[in-house]
């Protein structure tokens, strides 16, 4: 359930009332099932919890200022509003209630409300006759008109002395509503590596053997499933491509280096996608300094790299493995003699004879094919393929490995 928070973004607005020190084990639960949290605090809340603890519990340099020029320097209010996909505040106080109700925009938190997108939630706190004051109601009442959720409050002892509605709700509870406020994807809770681009095999400090490989259909994939709610480590070739958003990327260079961080990342897995046109051989030698022109002809001893997605499916521990094929004749054949050869699950083949589509191309057209089936993906940008390979990969997940 909590999985579905992993790689979320939350902005936890903080304002001030006694229940402010149960936000600081809230940050903790959030981060702990892999959401990434902003604090955004009111003036108020710096009397009852220091922006240096939330700071140090999320891991981000604690927001408090509308105008300071610093901050929004490093991140802006309206980038603020935008990177979030939820922004709840918890807790949150009776005037704080009244100016998101009004739509008073006169802090950094309640303009960060007026400015995002994101799903919006409130956990109140306070005393219970503030609690049961008309006003307060009339305020609660237009803003769950407006889709807001509202976590809580608990009844009971009060800090004021009192027994009553206006509890914050425990922490454990308050990540099990942030939870519930995001859909299961075909691969939510689970973790995907993935490997992109091609593989750099050194000659001599000046030259090396590589391929055509951009990175962009593994970086797709990384995309789609990200999208589709998995954790993504991708570990990329060479290649000049942005991270995509809340992927965990390791650059790597050579064949070797690229099975080395294959093996650090891949332990306890639930899927491999190995996309990276990695090279069959490499020099058995390197030369130490830039060699010479000195024959018409040069012969290079070339040695057999190891087989990255080969080692991965002979782990006793195996995700679900699937592999590319990069063909230029007999494509389907070549393909199907891999992925019995390799032990794959599942591989995607690519006719790169064709200039249409393959290497460098925005676009891509896959043959898929597993033991008792195959399906065509017709040509379509990268991405798109993406989405529709990460469905085919979903529906062959062994169910009991869900984490959610
Ligand atoms: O990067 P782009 O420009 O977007 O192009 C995409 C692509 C054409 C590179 C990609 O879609 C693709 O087809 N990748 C596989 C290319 C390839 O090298 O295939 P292969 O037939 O040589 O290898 C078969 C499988 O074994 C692949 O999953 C490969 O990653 C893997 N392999 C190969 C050799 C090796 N030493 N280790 C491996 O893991």
Redesign the pocket.
């Known amino acids: 359930m909590l999985a579905r928070l992993a790689n979320k973004r939350i902005v936890l607005g903080v304002t001030g009332g006694i229940a402010a020190y149960k936000s600081a084990e809230l940050i903790r639960r959030l981060r702990d099932a892999g959401a990434e949290v902003q604090v955004v605090m009111t003036a108020a809340a710096q009397h009852f919890i220091t922006p240096l603890t939330l700071q140090a519990l999320s891991g981000n340099p604690v927001h408090t200022d509308l105008l300071d020029p610093a901050a929004e320097a490093a991140m802006g209010h309206i980038e603020l509003a935008r990177w979030a996909d939820l922004v709840l505040v918890a807790p949150a106080s009776a005037d704080c209630i009244a100016r998101l109700a009004q739509g008073i925009a006169n802090d950094l938190l309640t303009t960060l409300w007026l400015a995002t997108r994101a799903r919006l939630a409130i956990a109140p706190a306070m005393n219970q006759q503030m609690w049961a004051a008309p006003s307060l109601q009339a305020n609660l009442g237009q803003l769950r008109q407006r889709g807001v959720a509202v976590f809580g409050p608990a009844a009971g002892a009060q800090a004021c002395g009192d027994v009553g509605e206006g509890r914050m709700l425990e922490a454990v509870e308050l990540a099990d509503r942030c939870a519930d406020q995001f859909d299961t994807g075909a691969l939510t809770g689970r973790h995907v590596v993935i ?5 750099r095999e050194a000659i001599d400090p000046v030259r090396y053997i590589s ?10 994939v990384a995309e789609a499933c990200v999208e589709a709610g998995a954790r993504v480590t991708l570990v990329a070739g060479p ?1 000049s491509l942005p991270t995509p958003g809340r992927v965990t990327r390791v650059d790597v260079t050579s ?1 070797q280096e ?2 080395a961080a ?1 093996e650090r990342a891949v332990a306890g897995a639930d899927i491999f ?8 051989y490499r020099p058995a030698q390197v030369a130490g300094q830039k060699i010479k022109k000195l024959a018409d002809t040069l012969s290079l001893e070339l040695v ?9 499916a002979a782990r006793p521990d195996r995700p679900l493995v ?6 230029t004749e007999k494509v389907l054949d ?2 199907r003699d ?1 992925l019995a050869r ?1 032990r ?1 699950d599942m ?4 006719d ?1 004879a064709r200039s249409d ?5 925005d676009d ?1 057209a ?1 043959t898929v094919l597993w033991k008792e089936g195959e399906c065509v993906l017709e040509k379509a940008s ?1 991405p798109t393929i993406a989405r529709q390979l990460v469905g085919l990969i979903a529906e062959r997940l062994p169910a009991s490995g869900r984490k959610d």
């Open positions: 490997t992109a681009g091609p593989t391929n055509h490989s951009s990175g962009k259909m593994g970086f797709a290649v064949a690229m099975l294959v996608i190995a996309t990276a046109a990695v090279a069959d057999r790299n190891p087989d990255i997605v080969s080692t991965v699937v592999g590319f094929a990069a063909e070549h393909a891999k390799k794959l591989i995607a083949c690519n790169v589509i393959g290497f460098r191309s891509n896959l990268k």
